[in-house]
């Protein structure tokens, strides 16, 4: 184990930034930007263009792009419309890692081009049936007046007919088909054959079950009642599925708009304000919010879907050549909270777009409301020096303060300041200056008991939570630190929550019962550890990782809760996209963390030693970027937490810090910064900056093995 920690720590920390990344990080909210993509061609068609067709466009009457969150692709599959003077169908992909556009093999069932078609004249059109499965990032397709659903599968990158088609005898041209992720089927939405769930079988089959008819009597083979009029023979029929809402959205030609929820149940939404004709706006899901955006020329409206429905006016100045009207299709990149709209100059020339939404959108609460919800205890918001408390070595003692490590007198290169010129709110934050040549504690610390008097504790079966924004220089994430002796260093805490104080007793940062957020080895992105002193028995060594070996065989998660490809050691040192799922930290924004501990049954540990543990312990993190919903990390337990003697250790405490552990003070390196503010400490799950409160998800009752001999601190 010595010889592989060695070994990651000589590894070089690779870059994770993409230009996607990097575009949607700078966008302002409300603000466009044209995003500068690669293009790989020629086309099969002989076409150097991505939206282009030797006559007219592909994205011609249609509406949906689709987003694999897996393998990050974007990918549409559509076709002009000229009659006899040409049809060309073509597939599209956009790789974020290569940032490059690419044709990929068109869908079977339909002829792609005239010039292919032996004689015949093919007729396709996209409409709103492109769409992505973001579990496995297959993607669905079907083409104009077809009765079957063609699959692109996202490992093998071939393309299934999925059979048996449609269970109609009619023809039709228009509709829109988006995977509804909530009942983890494809709903297929048509003006004449009805509303249909798709749900998978084993291989290529699938079952069709009608929800309801939508406005031809139940004529076309779906016999539910007649629930859409507003539908009925529209050739424009427009709509988008909202992710975080579990909603689908269809709108006619005209004003009228259909809701359908997770449960299948279709109902009648408010009359829009503006046309939402397919070939006149562009509909998609805003993926901050779960609400719709839809644009008309360089109308913009919000549609939220709760309850009747509303409509409100958003304020942004859409690009005047966007071609909402039919040259546009969008895709709600979910990933970085941001809508792509690649849209069709002419023939020859496609323009990309990100959108990231307005905060007008936002349904949320601000950092004064997630304060004053009834189970908050303590709130920082670091806008003046009052919150910093106590100053210096008097501070040791003081309910809450800061002081540096070295008993160094506190200057702005050791302690932290309020730096009124950066803040995620209000008018500042709490600054910490990582000077060069400094050593592991040489920037100070700040912390806080959870009340003010004392009064709350934390000890067996209880919970609770801890967000904070936080801020880094490029500096501090770019420069890998030395340590003392050579090698790298261990890597920076970003904050410990510990023993609390109680009347008489002053507790420090390097407790037994200690929860650890840490970028540990410099690897960029965060991981957490428990413990600062070893228990035998039930108990664990010191600076327990929380390091799962039951998510993939063989291998080691650091962010368990991170989907495929998931977060592991094997992928070191490239941990991120795509060849890892590591979720990194980033530099210059305001990024979100929480954390969640659940203290199990306080137990003997069996040691012999009269020591005790937090048996069935459970511990969560997330973490968000700016302006975007956030995603846990962390998923661990159960497992035991070393607790000493009795009556255990019990949680009151956070400290903020930069600590850097066996920092080499002799090193040269840049200045770095990091930027803390909106703390905020509370008995239940605390609200993301900007949306509504998620439930808490309960502890998983199955087992997670961690690696004894794994302690890599």
Known sequence: MVVILLLLLLFPVSAFATALSDAAAALSPGQWATFTTNFSGP????????????IGYITEFANNAGWDPINHKVQFCGSSHHGASGIYGRCMEYTESTNTWQEIAWAPGQCQNTATCGGTTPFNHAYGTNSNNPKNGNHYFMHYGDSNVRRFNAGSRTWDTLTPSIPSTASTCCRVAQWFAAMNALIVFDMDWGIWKVTEGAGTSVTWTCIGNSGSAGGAGCSGPNLTPGTSNDTQINGAYSMKK???????????????????????????????????????EEPVSGNFIVINGTTTYMLNPDGGGSWSSVSTTVPSDLHADDGAVAAAISTYGVIMYPTSQGVGSTKIYLYKPAASTLAGQDFTLRCATADVLRCFGFDTSADLGTTGPSAIGANFGMFNNNNLPCTTATCPQIDTTQAASGGGSMLFTIPSQSGAGQSGQWFTNFTTDLSV????????YIQWRQRFSPELLNTVYTAIGGGNAGGWKLAI??????????????????????????????????????????????????????????????????????????????????????????????????IHVHPGTLVNDGSGAGTYVYQNSHVDYWIAREGQPSQKIINFGPFSINADVLPGEQWGKVWLLPYHTNKDPTQVHPTAYTWYDELVISRTQIS????????????PTTSVRVSRSRATY
């Not at 959205?249 to 279709?266: D, E, L």
């Not at 504790?457 to 609770?464: I, K, P, T």
């Not at 291998?555 to 991170?562: G, H, L, P």
């Open 688 to 699: 993301d900056p900007g949306f509504p409160s998620a439930p808490v998800t309960p502890p």
């Open 497 to 594: 929550t510990g023993q609390g104080d109680t009347p008489g007793n002053t507790s420090q940062s390097c407790t037994t019962a200690d929860v650890v957020v840490q970028n540990t080895n410099q690897r960029k992105f965060v991981q957490g550890y428990q413990s600062c002193s070893t228990q035998g028995g039930l108990g664990h060594i010191a600076y327990w990782p929380f390091e799962d070996s039951n998510l993939v065989a063989g291998d080691i998660a650091f962010q368990n809760a991170m989907p495929a490809p998931y977060c592991l050691y094997s992928q070191g040192p490239n941990y991120f996209p795509p060849n890892g799922n590591c979720f990194p930290l980033y530099s210059n924004e305001w990024m979100t963390i929480q």
């Open 43 to 54: 086309n099969g068609d002989g076409t150097n263009d991505i939206l282009g067709a030797p």
């Open 246 to 284: 579990k909603v689908m959205v269809v709108c006619g030609s005209g004003t009228s708009c259909y809701r359908i929820n997770a449960q299948g149940q279709v109902a009648a939404l408010a009359t829009a304000p503006i046309s939402t004709s397919m070939q006149i706006a562009v509909f998609a």
């Open 457 to 464: 504790l934390f000890g067996q079966n209880s919970d609770f």
